[in-house]
Structure formats: C-alpha cells, structure tokens
C-alpha cells in the first residue's frame, strides 16, 4: 500500500517538535465536545470508493456532526491517490467501467506530526480493536496498514505502538462514537467466507470489554448498530436484477442459474448482464474474480446464496442484540443504522423530485458498492444527531442532506 513511507515519517519528523493540545474541557451540561472522539471501522472513518483519501475523509458522518456540534475533529488525511488508489468511474457503459486512479502513496499523511481524534481503522474487526498494533512492516497485511496510517502516527515517532481502544482512552474523551463490529459479518460476506463470521460469545465479550473500557473514562458513550449488509450495492438480488432488466424473476433465475432468492456479488453482474442480453451463455460461472483487490486478490463466489443470505442475517441479529444490551449495561446510547438502512432499502430516500436509492450509482452508495457517498454520509450523520439530540440534549441542528447531494459527485440527477 505504500512503501518505506512510516520510515520517511520518523525520520523527517524526528527533529520536530510534536504538540498534542485539544481545546480545554468545558463545563459540562450536555454532551461534552470539547474532546470528541469517533473510533471505528472504514464506515467512521469516511472512506469512500474503497480508499482512505484526503479529498474524501471529510464528508465521513463523524466530521459532519463536529461541524454541527462546534467540535474540533481532526482526522489522520491521506494524500492521493489514497491508501489504497481511489476508484474512479472512467465510463458509465453499460457496464459502467470502474477503475483504481494510477499513482503510488509514497507518504502515509498529510501531517504525520497532528494526533487524528477520528481514530477508524479500515478493515478493522472488534478483535483488531483490543489487538491490532501499528507496524513499521512494510508487509504487514493491509487492514494492519491501514492500523498504522490511522493509529501510527505520531505514536511510532515516540516509540509507541497502541491498539486502537488504548488511543481512544489515551485521547481522554469527553464525548466518544464507537462504530465496530461491522466487518465482523461484512467481510466474510464480501469474500463469500462465512465459516470466518466471529462467533457470538467471542462478539459479546470483546465488545463488552471495548464499553467497559470506554464507559471508565466518563465520556458520553454513543455506539451503532450493523446494517443488513445484503441490503448494499456490492449484493444485487435476483429480484432487483429483474426489475433492473424489466423482466420476470423467473427469466432471471433460470438464465442465471441462480435462486429467487439469491443475490449476486458486484463482480458478477457485468457477466450476468451479459447473460442477460444474450451476449453471453449462462449460467453464472461459480466464481468470479475479486472486485476489490485490497480486499482479497483471490476468486469470490459470484452469487451470495438465499441460505448463506439467511446465515449472514441471524448473525447480525445476535451481534445487534448484543450491542444493544451492552450499551444498555453501560449507559451508552445505542443509533439505529440497522433500521435506517433498512427503510431507505425499501422506501429510497427523496430529495425534492429525485429519490435515490440503495442500488449500485443510486446516489447512496460509492463506487465499491459498500462505503456511502457524500450524501449517504449526511444521512447517517443526521441518524446520530436526532439520537443525540433526543437522548443527551446535544440541540444541534441537522445537516443539509439537500445541499450536499447538489454537489455530490456521486448523485445523478
């Protein structure tokens, strides 16, 4: 993802002067902002189109409720083409034609000397939280780049190497988000591995750990709950794929070789429009290749089956059961991302005469078909705001989801 760049960083930045200030605490009536700190996974920490980018960090939810809030939120920004190179929509097709931009990140920050307080990691699983360390391996896989990039510097500089919860608790936070456990289901879901779904006591008791340990820092804690990830672009279901094609499911299903209630994986459609408009023989092969390479560079299976679709459900059902009752165990208050996403994938989302929706380039979703775009990002963001407002009397006003969707890149109206 980027190489010798953490040595280039110590070694520029050894004979600088490091300075780690936040604004003084002030009296606290509400929820406290005067130390805000969001730690999560690539979901809090704004990427989108599958890479950790400068240009793209800012429209993260996180950022937005600082801006709402008055709150100082610096984030640990990273250079172009990003880690790792951002997609870029080159044609719209059809198929439309996505493509990683071309460059080499040959400096893991913007400013390796600020200490980001949107402390997300990428790729991270509630383990890696209580786990993972920065490393100056230039093999280390690449959710352990990305650990470092975000929780590396300036810690590496001092010769210190801490896990993402011992940052947030050495923050000192007044007011904290904490977002994982998503890539707990979504990566085996992406990578079709669900044997690699962690098993719920294991979920339970990291995730208590990663509360209890918040919650004793006396911040307001506010946490998150997981989405239906077959409800995100990267998965299309046959029935979506039918309405797309303005054909009968069964037309579908049998040219596909797929279930009525099977979904298939975003490297898999440019094929089964193919099938579908008689260039090529179905049915869909059984393994496609990989359309993210940072992800895995090894073949996927094309289609999420309805019976591997009702697995990924139930585990995500018992981690949101149990997130839910460890916040309540801890007074932290619980958002609901899981109903949010859930009625946007059946209602979409209008903004004055144009509804967008959860389908791949629907305005909602980014290129990769997982992270959400500008305007996805304000949604959630407002999710947090009416829960906060509601819940610990922050009174800050919503984010005009309008007037970022007028300049989102990614909405086509």
């Not at 997300?120 to 100056?136: K, N, R, Y």
Request: proline share 9%.
């Amino acid at each position: 993802m980027f190489e010798n760049v953490c040595r280039a960083a110590c070694a520029c930045a050894l004979s600088a002067t490091l300075v780690f200030a936040a604004p003084q605490a002030q009296s606290k009536k509400t929820a406290d902002f005067s130390r805000f700190v969001v730690m999560g996974d690539s979901l809090s920490a704004g990427v989108e189109n599958f890479s950790l980018l400068d240009s793209q960090q800012p429209h993260g939810y996180g950022s937005l409720i600082a801006d709402q809030a008055h709150a100082w939120l610096p984030l640990p920004l990273v250079p172009y083409p990003g880690a790792p190179n951002v997609l870029q929509l080159t044609s719209f097709g059809p198929p439309p034609v996505i493509q990683p931009a071309p460059g080499t990140l040959l400096f893991p920050r913007d400013n390796p000397l600020q200490q980001p307080f949107n402390i997300s990691v990428p790729g991270i699983t509630l383990a890696d939280s209580l786990t993972m360390v920065p490393t100056l391996n230039p093999n280390a896989p690449p959710v352990q780049q990305w650990a470092t990039i975000v929780l590396g510097f300036p810690s590496l500089l001092l010769g210190q190497a801490p896990t993402q919860l011992q940052t947030a608790v050495a923050l000192r936070p007044t007011t904290i988000i904490e977002w994982l456990g998503n890539n707990d289901a979504l990566v085996p879901a992406l990578v079709g591995q669900l044997a690699g779904l962690t098993p719920i006591d294991q979920f339970t008791t990291n995730y208590d750990t990663v509360l209890k340990t918040l919650s004793s820092t006396g911040a307001t804690v506010v946490t998150a709950n997981i989405p239906d990830i077959t409800e995100v672009p990267y998965f299309t279901s046959a029935q979506s794929i039918a309405n797309q094609a303005g054909v009968p499911v069964s037309v579908v299903t049998g040219a596909l070789g797929i279930g009525s209630g099977d979904y298939v994986r975003l490297s898999g459609l440019s094929t089964a429009d193919a099938i579908l408009s008689g260039t090529a023989k179905g049915p869909l092969p059984v393994d496609c290749p990989s359309p993210l390479a940072a992800l895995t560079t090894s073949p996927i299976p094309c289609v999420l089956t309805a019976a591997d679709a009702t697995t990924l459900r139930t585990a995500i059902t018992s981690y949101n059961n149990a997130i839910a009752s460890e916040s309540a165990k801890y007074g932290a208050l619980m958002v609901d991302i899981h109903t949010l996403v859930d009625q946007i994938s059946t209602n979409g989302y209008n903004i004055g005469t144009t509804t967008l929706t959860t389908n791949f380039l629907g305005g909602l979703f980014s290129l990769d078909g997982i992270h959400p775009t500008n305007t996805g990002y304000a949604i959630i963001a407002n999710t947090f705001i009416d829960a906060m407002d509601n819940a610990v009397g922050t009174h800050m006003a919503q984010v005009n989801v309008p007037a970022i969707a007028a300049k989102d890149p990614l909405v086509f109206q």
